[in-house]
């Protein structure tokens, strides 16, 4: 078991962008799948992005392709997520996952992280 911790969410205007990071610790880091969801008010919890253990194969969420970037760093333990174009509706609390599989990570990811709010007014 890995833990996470996310940084990087705050406030951001309509068309700009954020970048989020999430640092793990405890588990051997470059072993696993790293992933983010996020979770709207009064919504469930979605599947956003993926990149495989080897940085080689990233996966993503139609409604934020295009717009949103994931990339690892192996030696720093690290993921991040670089959004561009932000739109109202990607207001959400942000939470990076982690599991040994590329395949579950999609659906059932072992690790969690608390998570990061991002804001983002019209």
């Known amino acids: 078991q890995v833990q996470l911790a996310e940084s990087g969410g705050g406030w951001v205007q309509s068309g700009g962008s954020l970048r989020l990071s999430c640092t793990a610790s405890g588990g051997t880091f470059s072993r696993y799948a790293m992933g983010w969801f996020r979770q709207a008010p009064g919504r469930e919890r979605t599947f956003i992005a993926a990149?495989?253990?080897?940085?080689?194969?990233?996966y993503y969420a139609d409604s934020v392709k295009g717009r949103f970037t994931i990339s690892r760093d192996n030696a720093k333990n690290t993921v991040h997520l670089e959004m561009n174009s932000l739109k109202p509706e990607d207001t959400a609390v942000y939470y990076c996952a982690a599991d040994p599989s590329i395949i579950t990570l999609p659906t059932m990811p072992r690790d969690w992280g608390q998570g990061t709010l991002v804001t983002v007014s019209s």
């Open positions: 990149i495989a253990w080897t940085g080689g194969k990233t």
